[in-house]
């Protein structure tokens, strides 16, 4: 199955001072999505962004912001993302035993929005096979979430083969969204592997020429 690959830009590594500008730098250069990392120092060793953020994104850009909660209790933000403007909303297969997943999903997608399950490194890809006709995506983390910068995990690439064939199995409409330590050594494998979108922050952010990263970034993972 032939898909289109999308690079999805994480705004967590972005200058907050230019923040308006250098999403603007990243659209000219390609970029479709937004990817927001919301983290409450609980679930994660970090606090980022809160709806507010989301809410005051959307007045900035007509693309769609992709949620990704990493919060121990994402049933109570679910409903103020989705208000805010979220087009999708990401949960951890993680936190299935103390929060009700499947219902959360089913909530998200009667709202209109996409829903999406992520797994950290560590954990069994088979845990999210319960899920996978419920979800338009799969979001497998290739660091350990908290921080931008980190570097990509070795097996991460097998990882995502592997999942693409997981999926497969169940509903091949799923597309993969890697995410952690992408870069342009690493982005054509994992397209290749079978991620469909490739979420970098540092590797576009830190770029001198924003715009020109993003469109090497398309260059390789749609070759």
């Not at 830009?9 to 999505?33: I, N, V, Y």
Request: aromatic share 4%; net charge negative; with cysteine.
């Amino acid at each position: 199955m032939n898909r289109q690959k999308t690079l999805e830009p994480s705004l967590l590594a972005a200058d907050p001072g230019f923040l308006a500008e250098q999403m603007k730098q990243a659209e000219r250069g390609g970029a479709l999505m937004w990817h927001l990392d919301v983290m409450d120092g609980h679930f994660v060793p970090n606090l980022s962004f809160g709806p507010h953020i989301c809410a005051g994104l959307k007045i900035h850009t007509q693309l769609p912001i992709d949620v990704h909660l990493m919060v121990s209790n994402p049933s109570r933000l679910i409903d103020p993302f989705l208000e805010a403007g979220a087009s999708s909303v990401i949960l951890h297969v993680e936190l299935a035993d103390s929060e009700p997943i499947p219902q959360m999903l089913r909530e998200i997608r009667l709202a209109g929005a996409v829903p999406a399950i992520s797994l950290n490194p560590k954990t069994p890809l088979e845990l999210i096979e319960p899920y996978l006709l419920m979800v338009g995506r799969v979001l497998l983390m290739s660091v350990e979430p908290g921080y931008g910068g980190q570097t990509f995990l070795p097996g991460s690439i097998d990882r995502v083969r592997e999942l693409r064939e997981r999926i497969g199995r169940v509903n091949p409409d799923v597309e993969i969204q890697l995410d952690g330590g992408v870069t342009l050594e690493n982005a054509k494998a994992a397209a290749e592997a079978g991620a469909d979108i490739l979420i970098a922050g540092s590797a576009v952010f830190e770029a001198s020429d924003i715009e020109a990263r993003c469109r090497k970034f398309l260059e390789l993972i749609e070759s």
